[in-house]
């Protein structure tokens, strides 16, 4: 068995305990104590704020399962893995989204690295500073991957060091991210988001959804800060540029898909250089990939898609959070800064993509 050194005082670090028949992990300094379930994904369970007795993760209410011992209640991919999630933060790897095929291999929802055990080393044990390196093979894809956690004394930040390595003959694509679910009593019906001096433009089609906006907004305090449009987002959009509302710092797209690039063109008009445009839903389970495409809606996922990437005035990205979040920011241009004001061609109206 092995036996360390315990200090109550300084970073704290230590890998001796169980937690319902996982192995459990615990780092902690003056301010931090993170909780990671080594044998479940190395899944960060515990992030408490000590000063405050403020755990910022959310927790499932059936809490911690082992999934080695638990039979699933459904041969549906997405129970299958909820019936064994706790909550806290999971790392997505190497897919993320609804259950798909890739090159003949069948990957769950989120799958695979955070139902797995892991293995893990401490590798730095000081009152200045605590180390673990944990490190996972998948099952179903050939990919090693290993993410090194570090507490530095008197930091209320954990550092985190991740690195992917393909094991495989050949290029494989893969959804590499983050699964973080924030809770109470971080989060309540009493946090808003502050904007001082700010405006917000919701677009809603759907008058159920937009009275619902209203409402919540009223509830914060926020009825003059946001403004919720009822219609047809073309026609919409058109107004705004109509009544010389921009330039606007950012613009999310989250709507139909099919219609995606050209809101994005609409965007193009409406963002300050400088500011961002971001699109929700951009891998689209992992059908993005696919050659052909199976329907419009993926279509214009992937027309959308290699616009940000080709687009000389944008640079751009995609986060794999969730069902990836494109991220482009619009390049600086010194014509465009001096007018202040959109301009350009108006953008087509919504119709069936074609490939760009």
Same mark, same amino acid.
């Given at each position: ?24 992990? *615990? ?5 931090l ?5 080594i ?25 911690v399962?082992?999934p ?12 299958i ?6 909550g806290?933060?999971?790392?997505v790897l ?23 055990p892991?293995?893990c080393?401490?590798t ?12 996972v ?10 993410k090194?956690l ?13 690195t992917?390595?393909?094991?495989g ?7 590499w ?15 808003v988001?502050?904007?001082p001096?700010?405006?917000?433009i919701?677009?809603e089609?759907?008058?159920?959804y ?10 914060a ?28 710092d950012?613009?999310?797209?989250d709507?139909?898909?099919?219609g ?15 500011? *961002?445009i ?10 993005v990939?696919?050659e ?25 990205t995609?986060i794999? *959070? ?7 920011v619009i ?26």
């Amino acid at each position: 068995m092995h036996y360390q050194l315990e200090r109550t005082y300084g970073c704290r670090i230590s890998d001796a305990w169980t937690y319902r028949g996982l192995k459990t992990a *615990i780092l902690e300094n003056e301010l931090l104590r993170i909780v990671v379930l080594i044998d479940k994904g190395a899944d960060i369970y515990q992030f408490v704020h000590k000063p405050t007795d403020v755990d910022f993760l959310w927790r499932s209410p059936w809490g911690v399962r082992d999934p080695s011992k638990f039979l699933p209640t459904t041969g549906s991919p997405v129970g299958i893995w909820m019936d064994t999630y706790e909550g806290g933060w999971q790392t997505v790897l190497p897919a993320g989204g609804y259950a798909g095929n890739y090159k003949g291999a069948d990957l769950g929802l989120h799958a695979e690295v955070n139902n797995m055990p892991w293995d893990c080393v401490i590798t730095e044990d000081t009152p200045e500073r605590v180390s673990m390196r944990c490190w996972v093979r998948t099952a179903r894809l050939p990919f090693f991957f290993e993410k090194t956690l570090t507490l530095t004394s008197g930091s209320a930040a954990l550092d985190i060091q991740e690195t992917l390595v393909n094991e495989g003959e050949e290029p494989a694509h893969c959804v590499w991210g983050q699964h973080i679910a924030l809770g109470a009593p971080f989060l309540s019906e009493d946090c808003v988001i502050d904007l001082p001096g700010g405006k917000l433009i919701t677009l809603e089609i759907e008058p159920t959804y937009a009275e619902l906006a209203r409402e919540f907004a009223r509830r914060a305090g926020l009825a003059g800060v946001i403004e919720v449009r009822l219609g047809v987002a073309m026609e919409s959009l058109r107004q705004l540029v109509e009544e010389r509302v921009a330039p606007f710092d950012a613009c999310f797209i989250d709507a139909d898909k099919a219609g995606y690039p050209a809101y994005l063109q609409w965007a193009l008009r409406l963002v300050r250089p400088g500011g *961002i445009i971001l699109g929700d839903n951009v891998l689209w389970g992992g059908l993005v990939l696919e050659e052909p495409p199976r329907d419009d809606d993926t279509l214009a996922l992937q027309v959308f898609n290699r616009r940000l990437a080709t687009d000389p005035n944008l640079v751009s990205t995609i986060i794999p *959070i969730r069902d990836g979040l494109a991220v482009a920011v619009i390049r600086p241009r010194a014509e465009e800064a001096e007018e202040g004001e959109a301009g350009g061609e108006e953008p087509a109206a919504a119709q069936e993509p074609t490939a760009a």
